[in-house]
């Protein structure tokens, strides 16, 4: 008789109320039964103290290596594993000299994820998640690029997916959604409605054996984006930058990329150094960076317009976390309007050859912004985080995106426009 | 005095007509002097066959790990790096149970690349290699996906760029290389007449100091090709698959993959084995196909129709060498009509969460096809080249992908729906 395998167990322990800090057992609760407020994911820290750098770097190309971080995929036979993960960062000297950075500037890029934006992330932990707790159907209250990939894994998986987002968002996010073959359901109103719908189905009859990767399998999903940190940290040889930028919808990401960067630190991955947290919105759906400006503790809901649809989520359950990570640290946040938006795209793209979705032309404008006004320093190493793709959103700049000229084929068509 | 750092020298050797077999120096040659033949690039054998896995291995996670196989880049510091490559091999075991595979079937998805379709391999390569011959733009004819690429490439480097595509292009196509700030000209014509333009323009005075990358630059360009037969050959345990299908516009890549596999035989990278090759075109644009069917050397040119724009060349330059890789290895060639192209997306969707542009849905419904007439053995392992990305042509698919409904964001509206 052989020795079984040894799969290393989770280091998660325990499902913690960032509110007034109660813990439960690990399992589909969202919310404290003490105080309703939300949960995250608790670890036992000596566990995730013992992951080494070899550790990971033995691992595969993709957000699994970071497993003995995670709650859940130690099993690697257990992870819905859709390549997520590994994305490029890219050195943006280009764009650093145009905006007067002396530090080196780099663009983390997730568009290079397989549904291309970040989401894949979350999801693919959300929906390891749901399958270990027993769920039999995937959904997702959605601003578009989370139903593309509730959609993806779930077709890659075999596994039904009922997907929710509002019916007015951009036609290839749409297109992109439903040609993976699930339910997709348009919703007549904001992601906010989404939102308040998904979690009334949550509690009904009918979806209980439904996950909802953002509602009820939430203190999951949201751990996904601490491989945004994590990768960063270690594609930079093992050790923080100085700054970095970050678009905020329900304002989790940037939660997440700050909370990897502590556990780094604790557990002894990267030397001890201190980092600066920035936070980008569009003017068209700024509650956050609203709330820092005013010196509140908590955004006020507003009703969201304007081209970066991807971050519009006006009433963000995230919101006074993202603005601790931001003050703790002293960093900044601040909103850029629709202009502003389409030319941090074209800045990225000349630069560095990135085609974002609006939301990175959101942190491009807000990174501008910020060295512009003094609230960034350029001469400190910074990453900015490109979350999606700009095939997603080509109509939000494809009135400035034509062609130079139309000719025909012909030398004398050259000449006549001027290109011989 | 410490020793200077050894750079490995190129292992390529000359410029060798494949008509003919005159050899000529390495350079900006991409005709042969004697016959007015196609050249590609030549190499040392015994230089090739120094290469070892463990070299490799020990590479960037990119094309450039395969710098010992390739004409340029193996100073590091050359390299035109945009991280291209080694892009996701997807075990497709539910595509593969839907078509009666009784052996595993495998998606390479080459839409994970920077601007997410194959060109990022050749034009890596190439302005790599226009770069080291000294020319000051780079250039190219295009179906679309060459022309996002090299607009991206030249912008990350910040080299002019001009490209040439046809003026009825996917829009996606158009503001994804727009957006990139080079010079985009639309022509009105077919890719065979923006072709024409290009090998015209190539030879005027006001172009000398412009390499146009699959023009004067072709011989470099097209050995990019040869990574995805590299990376399939790695990603499989270091052994070749017995089958692949691979989609046909000029008939370059498909013919590259087959030189590959020659080489890491020869090389000794892989065991030996043998293998088939097979071809797909859309029926709108099956000159190589129709000769293939014919019986024919040499594919007669078309007029191009079809959704499948990326494949839409009517006078395929490699045509002879594509019918000759998949008749020399007892592979086939078959066509599929538009219908069968969107129904070919669809299966691969949601079967393993890809979403191929529509090439991508002329080669899985191409490998239908040829399962369904006994052509391909689903018995054999077979590798399917998924080329592009579905969010560049959503118009071909967007009637058929909506909503499943568009309701008000109450129970009462889920229940009208039958969702509850």
């Not at 999903?221 to 930028?245: D, F, H, I, M, N």
Request: charge should be negative; glycine fraction near 10%.
């Amino acid at each position: 008789m052989t020795a079984a395998l040894q799969i290393p167990t989770s280091p998660a322990d325990a499902l913690v109320c960032r509110n007034c800090g109660a813990r439960f057992p690990l399992g589909a609760q969202h919310a404290c039964f003490e105080c309703f407020g939300p949960l995250e994911i608790g670890y036992d820290t000596e566990a995730l103290a013992r992951v080494t750098r070899a550790d990971v770097e033995s691992g595969p190309h993709s957000i699994w290596r970071y497993a003995g971080l995670l709650p859940v995929g130690q099993d690697a036979s257990s992870r819905v594993d859709s390549g997520t993960g590994m994305t490029p960062l890219i050195r943006a000297d280009r764009l650093g000299e145009q905006l007067g950075f002396t530090a080196p500037l780099w663009v983390k890029d997730d568009s290079a994820n397989p549904t291309h934006s970040f989401k894949d992330r979350v999801v693919s932990i959300a929906i390891t998640a749901a399958r270990e707790l027993g769920f039999e159907r995937i959904a997702c209250a959605s601003t578009g690029n989370l139903a593309n990939s509730v959609a993806a894994h779930a077709a890659r998986i075999g596994m039904p997916s009922i997907v929710f987002v509002p019916a007015d968002l951009e036609p290839a996010k749409i297109v992109q959604t439903a040609v993976y073959g699930g339910t997709l359901v348009g919703i007549q109103g904001s992601y906010d409605d989404v939102n308040r719908l998904c979690s009334e189905l949550a509690e009904t009859d009918e979806f209980e054996r439904t996950g909802f990767v953002n509602v009820n399998v939430r203190p999951y999903y949201a751990e996904g984006s601490k491989t945004l940190g994590y990768e960063v940290a270690e594609q930079l040889g093992w050790r923080l930058p100085g700054q970095y930028v970050a678009p905020m919808a329900s304002g989790s990401m940037l939660t997440k990329i700050h909370k990897a960067f502590k556990e780094l630190v604790a557990g002894g991955l990267v030397p001890q150094s201190s980092w600066r947290v920035f936070g980008a919105q569009s003017a068209g759906c700024a509650p956050i960076a609203t709330a820092f400006a005013q010196g509140w503790d908590v955004p006020q809901p507003v009703k969201p317009t304007g081209i970066a649809k991807s971050l519009n989520i006006g009433n963000p359950a995230d919101g006074p976390y993202a603005l601790d990570a931001v003050r703790s640290t002293g960093g900044a946040m601040a909103s850029v309007d629709d202009d502003e938006i389409r030319e941090g795209i074209r800045l990225l793209a000349r630069t560095t050859g990135v085609f974002a979705e609006t939301a990175g032309g959101v942190t491009v404008a807000v990174l501008r912004k910020l060295v512009r006004s003094g609230q960034l320093d350029p001469s400190v190493e910074t990453v900015v985080y490109n979350t999606g793709d700009g095939l997603k959103t080509v109509d939000a700049i494809s009135d400035g995106a034509r062609p130079t000229a139309v000719i025909p084929a012909t030398l004398k068509g050259m000449r006549e426009a001027g290109l011989l």
